[in-house]
């Protein structure tokens, strides 16, 4: 089910308009069971029945062919659809794609996919990583399968910052590849290796990683969380990252807090925000948040607990969160 503003197709309902209640997507997942769903800055994966399907927007147009009724060769890449050849015009008018659509990933099945502001990954059941779209200057507009330091290792997890993208493999090790690792001020970059260092194939974190296997992997827009059976570590830049300033190697996060005397068990990271959900429920959170008595944004540096929650399951938004809270006789939705 699909809500919000939909002038570019996201609902995909087959229209182009915004969904105040939740509304069905439609195309190939009419009759599909839906397994996850994967949000990007404007545009939606879904995983149904091992292949994945995406819709939403195009992106950049290139090249219209304004004497055919199909479009030829235009967006970034982030629906992995191709050339979108024999799409109808309707496509580039509202730059978008508004029916759910199969990307094509002959001969494999996957397992998990992850979004980010223009690309999109998916990850095959035997471990593989395949990624489309457009990161720094690399464009593929169909997915393809990613090499370099991944070349024989099998991957279990994938997560996508804004431009760039972090895998971990079944040994516990931290892969990232996209644009160059900047990670300063308001400058997406891929964090975790060196500044500046060109970073299109995947590298290996190092740092306090190299002894620690990683358990979990979450990306935020500028900034990784890994948990680890020695805690949380975190790197990159942003008000989600936990730590003063732009930080490029692995580091404790939380190690001051009431976080550092827990076991986490899963995280969730955005924009501005960070989750933290231990073994025992407790929800953890941490970033910039918009108070509305004041009409400003509030900034939690270090890992805070919420009271009075418990929670089975969390996600988080550019400037929210929903929580999976746990109740007496059942679960309830809550959003902060």
């Known amino acids: ?11 995909g ?18 009759d599909k069971t839906v397994n996850a769903v994967a949000c990007g800055e404007g545009h939606v994966l879904a995983l149904a029945e ?25 967006g970034d890449g982030r629906l992995g659809l191709g050339k979108l050849a024999g799409l109808p015009t309707f496509a580039v008018l509202h730059e ?41 200057a690399n464009v593929s507009r169909v997915p393809q399968q990613v090499n370099g330091e991944l070349s024989g290792k099998r991957v279990t997890d994938v997560s996508c910052g804004e431009e760039f993208t972090a895998a971990l493999t079944v040994q516990g090790k931290v892969y990232v590849w996209g644009a160059k690792a900047r990670s300063v001020g308001n400058n997406p970059g891929c964090p975790g290796v060196a500044a500046e260092e060109p970073t299109d194939s995947p590298r290996e974190v190092g740092g306090a990683l190299s002894d620690k296997p990683v358990l979990a992997l979450a990306c ?50 955005s924009a501005s925000i960070s989750l933290a959900r231990t073994d025992d429920g407790c929800l953890f959170h941490w970033g910039e948040f ?37 109740l007496p006789n059942d679960l309830c939705l809550a959003a902060c």
Not at 112 to 121: E, P, T, Y
Not at 297 to 323: Q, W
């Open 1 to 11: 089910m699909c809500g919000g503003s939909g002038g570019i197709g996201v609902m």
């Open 13 to 30: 309902d087959g229209k182009c308009c915004s969904r105040s209640v939740p509304t069905q997507a439609l195309g190939a997942l009419a």
């Open 50 to 74: 091992g292949r994945c399907y995406s819709w939403g927007s195009i992106g950049y147009c290139e090249e219209l062919n304004e004497s055919e009724t199909t479009l030829t060769n235009i």
């Open 96 to 136: 978008c794609v508004n029916l759910p659509t199969e990307v094509p990933l002959p001969g494999k099945r996957v397992a998990k996919i992850a979004a980010g502001r223009s690309h999109s990954v998916l990850l095959s059941e035997d471990g593989l990583v395949y990624t489309c779209g457009t990161v720094g």
């Open 220 to 269: 935020g827009r500028s900034h990784c969380l890994a948990v680890t059976n020695e805690g949380l570590f975190g790197w990159g830049s942003g008000p989600a990252l936990g730590l003063e300033g732009d930080v490029l190697e692995p580091t404790a996060v939380g190690s001051a807090s009431a976080l550092a005397q827990k076991k986490v068990v899963d995280i969730s990271c």
């Open 290 to 326: 918009w108070d509305p008595d004041v009409e400003d944004f509030e900034c939690i540096k270090n890992p805070t607990e919420i009271p009075g929650l418990r929670a089975v399951g969390m996600s988080c938004g550019d400037a929210h969160y929903l929580a999976v809270r746990l």
